[in-house]
């Protein structure tokens, strides 16, 4: 079946950020080796390493939610759901990705006012690199807005799906199954 051009979008989006969060891990990973052997030889350190690492982490964390949230990754116990009929399971993946998109707007929505108080206050950070922190908190935002983006769009066409009685609803919706994640892998 051929995707929408929303769905597309979305999934060329997720995609690329997940690939570009890949090349931050390298880049910090690099940053530490260069840290590591600029102690140990030149007897030299680059200052802030850590708190670069922090950045990337929780800038890269939020946009992996949408990622996850794209891939059916997020962890979910399904024993129970596998032995329910089909329409049942697919109204609970509805419900599931319901609570998550409105998690995902609390949550960005709580980010925005971190952010907000940072630009209101002019804060920097208290370590010898005085970043000013709405750069990495803006980046960290976004990330987190885009995460409910995702959720909020995979709920509503979800359960758009499931109102049609689309059998794409519980596979758009559904946790991988252990056969998808086996062919994914084999990839």
Known sequence: ????????????VTRLTG??????????????????????????????????????????????????????????????????PLRTRSLLDCMAYLALALGALFIASM?????SETIAFKSVSSTPLQTPLW?????WFTGLLFFSFVAVF?????????????????????PTSVREEIEDAAK
């Open 19 to 84: 690939i570009v969060s890949g090349y931050a891990y390298l880049a910090l990973s690099l940053l530490i080796v260069f840290e590591i052997l600029g102690r140990k030889i030149l007897n030299v350190s680059v200052q802030g390493v850590d708190e670069i690492g922090a950045y990337v982490v929780a800038i890269t964390g939020a946009f992996g939610m949408s990622l996850a949230a794209w891939n059916r990754a997020h962890t979910r116990i399904d024993v129970l759901l596998a032995r329910l």
């Open 135 to 139: 750069i990495p908190q803006l980046m």
């Open 111 to 115: 980010a925005w006012r971190v952010l």
């Open 154 to 174: 995979m709920c509503i066409r979800g359960c758009l799906l499931f109102v049609k009685g689309s059998p794409e609803a519980l596979h758009f919706l559904a």
């Open 1 to 12: 079946m051929r995707e929408s051009a929303p769905v597309h979008i979305v999934n060329y």
